[in-house]
T-cell receptor, first 115, second 114 residues
Framework: DTAVSQTPKYLVTQMGNDKSIKCEQN?????MYWYKQDSKKFLKIMFS???????INETVPNRFSPKSPDKAHLNLHINSLELGDSAVYFC??????????????FGEGSRLTVL | AQSVAQPEDQVNVAEGNPLTVKCTYS??????LFWYVQYPNRGLQFLLK??????LVKGSYGFEAEFNKSQTSFHLKKPSALVSDSALYFC????????????FGTGTRLQVFP
């Protein structure tokens, strides 16, 4: 059983298009995250939601809009895609209680290529 | 602000030899430290963590890490490397004064040669 699942796994699109990546976790966790991994494998946090409430919003362009319909889902919508958005996007989740102690559980990633 | 550094882009080791992947951190509060591994085209997998207590932490696949407060380090170690350990390893830190963010290092590629 997949714990954190993301769709699609691969996404190739043209500049200027709008696309979405979906994430679902079946671990019963309260907190979900989006991380971006660039071509050099650097991982940077983008957003964090706790029980549908936004708690972290790093300096991400407002073309990126996360949406959390419920605590098991955190989707990422990207408007007006640019070449620099090409990356692997990882969804992750963790329990909320004693959060400082909690590791994150990652999905398999969604590779976005903007042409 | 919290940060974590992995000074080596790549570590090469022969199978059967001990391995060390280095990590140093900077936080304003108490550090909470993690190691993750990423295999090609896969997500990150949790290996081990230091929260409090014993400075030597044991984790998955025979890995361990030693927390050293005076040197602000949390190096990952394994007594005997396997070819299958070849992967990208990430150190991460959460600051006790800013617990929402888990900040990752730049990653170290471990190559184990037969």
């Amino acid at each position: 059983d997949t714990a954190v699942s993301q769709t699609p796994k691969y996404l190739v699109t043209q500049m200027g298009n709008d696309k979405s990546i979906k994430c679902e976790q079946n671990l019963g966790h309260d907190t979900m995250y989006w991380y971006k991994q660039d071509s050099k494998k650097f991982l940077k946090i983008m957003f964090s939601y706790n029980n549908k409430e936004l708690i972290i919003n790093e300096t991400v362009p407002n073309r990126f809009s996360p949406k959390s319909p419920d605590k098991a889902h955190l989707n990422l919508h990207i408007n007006s895609l640019e070449l620099g958005d090409s990356a692997v996007y990882f969804c992750a989740s963790s329990p909320r209680g004693a959060q400082v102690r909690r590791e994150l559980f990652f999905g398999e990633g969604s590779r976005l290529t903007v042409l | 602000a919290q940060s974590v550094a992995q000074p080596e882009d790549q570590v090469n080791v022969a199978e059967g030899n001990p391995l060390t992947v280095k990590c140093t951190y900077s936080v304003s509060g108490n550090p909470y430290l993690f190691w993750y591994v990423q295999y090609p085209n896969r997500g990150l997998q949790f290996l081990l963590k230091y929260i409090t207590g014993d400075n030597l932490v044991k984790g998955s696949y025979g890995f361990e890490a030693e927390f050293n407060k005076s040197q602000t380090s949390f190096h990952l170690k394994k007594p005997s490397a396997l070819v299958s350990d070849s992967a990208l390893y990430f150190c991460a830190v959460r600051d006790g004064r800013n617990t929402d963010k888990l900040i990752f290092g730049t990653g170290t590629r471990l190559q184990v040669f037969p």
